[in-house]
């Protein structure tokens, strides 16, 4: 293990939901090699088995498991534990369908291992709660929505809070701190990956999308985040802090 690779005394528990034991095998090394614990299931009812043993901090699940679905495996998964859904190079549906049912992000067949190292850590990342938050800016209220930074929670306008993944938690963080602002694809992919941001612009749409049915008053006539044709999205309204 690279000690410069672990950030905590806990090491992240990864589960690799994976039928071909070689692939589990090269992909549980390499992370275990840089400070990642892992576990391996070789269909969805090893990995029914292995969330309900011990806690998982990200499941890397493949689409095309023996048993089912990928995607209706990803379908009924706690929305509280990060997806990274895998496939192939060829199945750019698959991909939106994953993003579009709660998947934090995708890695395609064949990856490298350093894409997929920094991808893990990218989810990890905001996905955890944020330990260094400014106290001025703990709460961003917009349009009847509360915000909160440091516990990565969104409340609805009837005071219910709003379940939300953490690449849509980022993205939404992202407009309200830069409020009437267009932000680009890219800029939001770099917010998401930073220099590993890859060309899958379609994603921040899919994220986009979600976003809208959870917040929206109206999600087929979106007035909150807005769209700017060809370029990006912004938020618009007025937020506040506190």
Same mark, same amino acid.
């Given at each position: 293990?690279?000690?410069?690779?672990?950030?905590? /005394?806990?090491?992240?528990?990864? $589960?690799?939901?994976?039928?071909?034991?070689?692939?589990?095998? $090269?992909?549980?090394?390499?992370?275990?090699?840089?400070?990642?614990?892992?576990?391996?299931? /070789?269909?969805? &009812?090893?990995? %029914?088995?292995? $969330?309900?043993?011990?806690?998982?901090? $990200?499941?890397?699940?493949?689409?095309?498991?023996?048993?089912? *679905?990928?995607?209706?495996?990803?379908?009924? #998964?706690?929305?509280?534990?990060?997806?990274?859904?895998?496939?192939?190079?060829?199945?750019?549906?698959?991909?939106?369908? =994953?993003?579009? +049912? =709660?998947?934090?992000?995708?890695?395609?067949?064949?990856?490298?291992?350093?894409?997929? +190292? /920094?991808?893990?850590?990218?989810?990890?990342?905001?996905?955890?709660?944020?330990? &260094?938050?400014?106290?001025?800016?703990?709460?961003?209220?917009?349009?009847?929505?509360?915000?909160?930074?440091?516990?990565?929670?969104?409340?609805?306008?009837?005071?219910?809070?709003?379940?939300?993944? =953490?690449?849509?938690?980022? +993205? #939404?963080?992202?407009?309200?701190?830069?409020?009437?602002?267009?932000?680009?694809?890219?800029?939001?992919?770099?917010?998401?990956? =930073?220099? %590993? /941001?890859?060309?899958? *612009?379609?994603?921040? *749409?899919?994220?986009?999308?979600?976003?809208?049915?959870? +917040?929206?008053?109206?999600?087929?006539?979106?007035?909150?985040?807005?769209?700017?044709?060809?370029?990006?999205?912004?938020?618009?309204?007025?937020?506040?802090?506190?």
């Amino acid at each position: 293990m690279h000690a410069s690779d672990v950030s905590a /005394a806990v090491r992240p528990h990864v $589960l690799l939901v994976e039928d071909d034991p070689q692939v589990a095998g $090269l992909v549980a090394r390499y992370l275990e090699n840089h400070g990642f614990r892992c576990s391996s299931a /070789a269909d969805s &009812s090893q990995m %029914d088995v292995a $969330l309900r043993a011990e806690p998982i901090d $990200l499941i890397l699940l493949d689409l095309g498991l023996p048993d089912e *679905d990928g995607l209706m495996a990803l379908r009924r #998964l706690d929305r509280r534990i990060p997806v990274i859904i895998v496939t192939g190079r060829g199945e750019s549906v698959d991909r939106v369908v =994953g993003l579009e +049912l =709660g998947a934090d992000d995708y890695v395609a067949k064949p990856f490298e291992f350093r894409e997929l +190292l /920094a991808r893990i850590r990218s989810v990890l990342r905001r996905t955890q709660p944020a330990e &260094s938050a400014l106290p001025g800016a703990a709460v961003l209220r917009f349009d009847g929505l509360a915000l909160d930074v440091r516990a990565r929670t969104v409340i609805d306008r009837e005071g219910r809070p709003v379940t939300l993944t =953490g690449t849509e938690f980022e +993205l #939404l963080s992202a407009l309200a701190e830069r409020p009437g602002q267009v932000l680009t694809r890219d800029q939001l992919m770099n917010h998401l990956h =930073g220099r %590993d /941001a890859g060309p899958f *612009d379609r994603a921040i *749409d899919v994220h986009i999308g979600r976003l809208r049915r959870k +917040l929206e008053r109206n999600a087929a006539m979106p007035q909150l985040i807005q769209s700017s044709r060809g370029i990006g999205y912004r938020l618009a309204a007025t937020v506040t802090s506190s």
